[in-house]
């Protein structure tokens, strides 16, 4: 990681589905306040060469990184040294990737259309459209440090508790209400 660099992460399949358009509008955005921010793309998909060319267009493909498909030790490596990451996605039933990142100890902003922003608090949210809120909630991570510092700190916290037996029990529980 470079000196003063600061790293906002997408990780997930490159498709529609998943908001890859916004994270590049969001970006031209922060970029445009933030000339340090980088910006790194892991993952593959249908969508992955319109998001290369909308980089290129925007003319921040100097600020960009495509990683391609990472997993294990990379992708560990890669959520370690990222200052945010961001779920931009349109539809999401849930969404592992903000536990991954809050596991990794670092901050997430996820789309409102997700699932998992009902089961996490320590996390910033962005309807994924509204890219103007999103670029503004980046920069906030960005530049103040008590922020990050929180998030990341009661996020990781946050994640322990979140697993699949006790989403289990409260559907048992509702279930057997009903």
Not at 112 to 127: C, F, I, N, P, Y
Not at 153 to 178: D, H, M, T
Request: proline share 3%; hydrophobic share 45%; net charge neutral.
């Amino acid at each position: 990681k470079e000196q003063g660099k600061k790293i906002v992460l997408f990780v997930g399949r490159i498709t529609l589905q998943k908001g890859p358009d916004y994270f590049v509008r969001v970006a031209r955005k922060v970029v445009d306040h933030d000339p340090d921010a980088l910006f790194i793309v892991v993952g593959s998909g249908d969508m992955e060469w319109k998001m290369i060319q909308e980089v290129a267009y925007q003319g921040i493909a100097d600020k960009f990184m495509f990683a391609g498909f990472l997993r294990g030790k990379d992708l560990d490596a890669v959520y370690q040294v990222a200052d945010l990451y961001i779920m931009p996605s349109v539809s999401e039933p849930f969404g592992i990737t903000p536990l991954e990142s809050l596991m990794h100890g670092t901050p997430a902003l996820i789309s409102k259309q997700s699932g998992v922003s009902e089961v996490v608090s320590h996390v910033l949210r962005a309807d994924f459209w509204d890219v103007d809120d999103m670029a503004d909630k980046v920069l906030s991570v960005l530049q103040n440090d008590v922020l990050k510092f929180t998030l990341r700190r009661q996020g990781k916290e946050e994640v322990k508790n979140v697993n699949w037996k006790k989403a289990a029990s409260k559907c048992i529980l509702l279930y057997s209400k009903l």
